[in-house]
């Protein structure tokens, strides 16, 4: 599959076979139902797009059945920005509903397979785009990151995910789940065409409130860099084995690259699992009592207002997104707010706190993006042991930190993916790593 680089050196008649080849493809793939729905008619490099960030007259749904038959009315800041770059949106991406979920399951189309096996998630919720990725019919994607939802997809399909600053890159037309979580970012094949995409959506917007007014410069990555990195022993005795082994590895080569690692410790990620839980889906209940019927997409037909929404809400919602709705409105009842919610934010301090210390020390901190590599359908046996599998990729998202995770080795056919985290808005100095970890263990 061609690089994104040298997508964009492609003359327009080429660029335009291209797309012919990566839709017919995409055909031939119609088991992993990678995309929702496809569009061939913009001009520009084609770019997968994840279900919920809007493109100015395509279907947007999240994938819920709530949203069908909404049609967004702008393009957001992260599509204008692709357009003006010399991209153009390509497809709609399958995702768990609302981004809720760690395998694309919960989606309203269905599951989504993974190329490296089809019998394995592909992870999630933007498990679309990364298998769209991974099986070359798409050359890049957008995802977006509220706990893990690009890097980990991008560990279980084997390839590059990265997730900026929060505030980094533009939430405008992003449809919000946690709106102090959530990030859109690059999903490629590799770390030269994540900088790519970076470089392309990345920078202040006036539309987003929670915009960073930080001076953004494009990253321009030197793999020739040496680096402190810090490794986590206590982080990651709670991975399998084959992880531990590709974590040790991954020490190996960059040492051997000429970097210095350093022990940090982090606390136990059960705090985060905690605080995470709680912060999302506490912001998902009131993101989500926006769809009731009257504003957007689906209504349900009733006779009278009250059987309405209740009637709309109750058919369109999944099972996963009316479980979060249900829990984050309790953890914000009067109530319970200061027994949980305040707890959550609390908890979320000292795990920021945590975060700026260790990297006093360090410049980027290793650490494994998954517990496992990816498992069969239906081998986690309940929500909770999903909410679980999240420990190593949350922690990056209440602190508001970059990461970017990237295939490093291989167990049994599968890939196996390890992130390296940053500090906020030096994505300069998360790229330089991770373009040094790549060539460091891709032989
Ligand atoms: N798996 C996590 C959740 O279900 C993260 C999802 C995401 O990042 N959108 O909330």
Same mark, same amino acid.
């Given at each position: 599959m061609i690089t994104?680089?040298?997508?964009?050196?492609?003359?327009?008649?080429?660029?335009?076979?291209?797309?012919?080849?990566?839709?017919?493809?995409?055909?031939?793939?119609?088991?992993?139902?990678?995309?929702?729905?496809?569009?061939?008619?913009?001009?520009?490099?084609?770019?997968?797009?994840?279900?919920?960030?809007?493109?100015?007259?395509?279907?947007?749904?999240?994938?819920?059945?709530?949203?069908?038959?909404?049609?967004?009315?702008?393009?957001?800041?992260?599509?204008?920005?692709?357009?003006?770059?010399?991209?153009?949106?390509?497809?709609?991406?399958?995702?768990?509903?609302?981004?809720?979920?760690?395998?694309?399951?919960?989606?309203?189309?269905?599951?989504?397979?993974?190329?490296?096996?089809?019998?394995?998630?592909?992870?999630?919720?933007?498990?679309?785009?990364?298998?769209?990725?991974?099986?070359?019919?798409?050359?890049?994607?957008?995802?977006?990151?509220?706990?893990?939802?690009?890097?980990?997809p991008a560990a279980f399909c084997g390839i590059v995910g990265m997730k900026p600053t929060y505030g980094r890159v533009s939430r405008f037309g992003l449809a919000a789940y946690g709106s102090s979580l959530d990030q859109i970012g690059p999903m490629t094949k590799n770390v030269e065409d994540a900088v790519i995409l970076y470089n392309a959506i990345a920078g202040y917007d006036p539309k987003d409130s929670t915009s960073a007014q930080v001076a953004f410069t494009p990253v321009e990555p030197n793999p020739e860099r040496k680096l402190r990195i810090g490794v986590v022993p206590n982080f990651i005795k709670d991975a399998s084995a084959a992880i531990q082994k590709a974590y040790d590895k991954a020490i190996e080569a960059l040492k051997n690259a000429g970097h210095e690692i350093v022990e940090v410790t982090l606390m136990d990620a059960k705090y985060d699992i905690a605080s995470y839980y709680i912060t999302a889906m506490a912001e998902a209940s009131t993101n989500l009592s926006r769809y009731d019927g009257v504003r957007y997409g689906r209504r349900a037909q009733a006779d009278n207002l009250k059987e309405m929404y209740r009637k709309t809400r109750s058919e369109g919602f999944g099972e996963e997104v009316k479980r979060r709705i249900l829990l984050g409105t309790f953890v914000?009842?009067?109530?319970?707010? +200061? !027994? /949980?919610? %305040?707890?959550?934010?609390? #908890?979320?301090?000292?795990?920021?706190?945590?975060?700026?210390?260790?990297? &006093?020390?360090?410049?980027?901190?290793?650490?494994?993006?998954?517990?496992?590599?990816?498992?069969?359908?239906?081998?986690?046996?309940?929500?909770?042991?999903?909410?679980?599998? +999240? !420990? /190593?990729? %949350?922690?990056?998202?209440? #602190?508001?930190?970059?990461?970017?995770?990237?295939?490093?080795?291989?167990? &049994?056919?599968?890939?196996?993916?390890?992130?390296?985290?940053?500090?906020?808005?030096?994505?300069?100095?998360?790229?330089?790593?991770?373009?040094?970890?790549?060539?460091?263990?891709?032989?």
């Open positions: 994104l680089k040298k997508a964009l050196e492609l003359p327009k008649e080429e660029l335009a076979e291209l797309k012919k080849d990566l839709a017919a493809k995409a055909a031939e793939h119609k088991e992993l139902n990678a995309y929702i729905a496809l569009d061939e008619s913009g001009e520009g490099v084609p770019i997968a797009i994840k279900d919920n960030i809007q493109v100015d007259g395509w279907e947007v749904t999240c994938a819920s059945k709530i949203l069908q038959g909404y049609y967004a009315p702008y393009d957001a800041t992260v599509i204008k920005k692709l357009k003006s770059a010399g991209f153009a949106p390509f497809g709609r991406t399958n995702m768990d509903e609302f981004a809720m979920g760690s395998t694309t399951e919960t989606s309203c189309y269905g599951k989504t397979l993974n190329p490296k096996d089809p019998s394995r998630v592909p992870g999630g919720s933007s498990g679309g785009s990364a298998a769209a990725v991974a099986a070359g019919i798409a050359i890049a994607a957008l995802g977006s990151d509220t706990g893990g939802s690009i890097r980990q914000l009842s009067s109530g319970y707010y +200061d !027994a /949980y919610y %305040i707890k959550a934010q609390r #908890a979320r301090h000292l795990i920021k706190d945590e975060y700026s210390k260790v990297f &006093e020390e360090v410049d980027l901190i290793l650490s494994p993006v998954a517990p496992n590599v990816a498992y069969k359908f239906g081998e986690l046996a309940s929500p909770m042991e999903m909410y679980l599998s +999240d !420990a /190593y990729t %949350i922690g990056v998202n209440l #602190a508001g930190l970059p990461a970017i995770s990237l295939p490093v080795d291989e167990y &049994e056919g599968l890939p196996i993916g390890l992130q390296l985290i940053g500090k906020a808005f030096d994505e300069q100095t998360l790229f330089d790593g991770a373009m040094s970890l790549e060539r460091a263990t891709r032989s």
